[in-house]
């Protein structure tokens, strides 16, 4: 199965912009579809956006929708999420997932097959 490693979470300050990457390696890349899902502290991990094995497609959580955008290199192995417009109800550990099931499915913990380790968030007001 595919490995995934998350990096690019820090402090930023309200109103600004992060882009988080995920790099995977292993099993084709290309197979999977991939998504990034969110955990703050004392509650549970939720979806946040995913896209599709081609990149053609991506859903996203109506909590992000406007401020946050999915995108994938297959050339590079790489999954992306530019957060703009930052606010301090992002703040959580964002988690890098993929799936080999259709997009569509990728709403829940449950059918992520692969997670990464997460990379940390911190938004302050």
């Known amino acids: ?59 996203y959580a109506d909590s992000v929708k406007g401020r946050f955008t ?3 290199d297959n050339a590079k192995n790489t999954v992306y999420l530019q957060i703009d417009t930052l606010k301090p109800e992002d703040t959580a550990t964002y988690y890098c997932a993929a799936t080999l099931r259709s997009i569509v499915t990728m709403t829940t913990v449950r059918t992520v097959e692969v997670w990464g380790q997460g990379t940390l968030v911190t938004v302050s007001s």
């Open 1 to 59: 199965q595919v490995q995934l490693v998350e990096s690019g979470g820090g402090l930023v300050q309200a109103g600004g912009s992060l882009r988080l990457s995920c790099a995977a390696s292993g099993r084709t890349f290309s197979d999977y579809s991939m998504g990034w899902f969110r955990q703050a502290p004392g509650k549970e991990r939720e979806f946040v956006a995913a896209i599709s094995r081609s990149g053609g497609s991506a859903n």
């Open 70 to 72: 999915i995108s994938r």
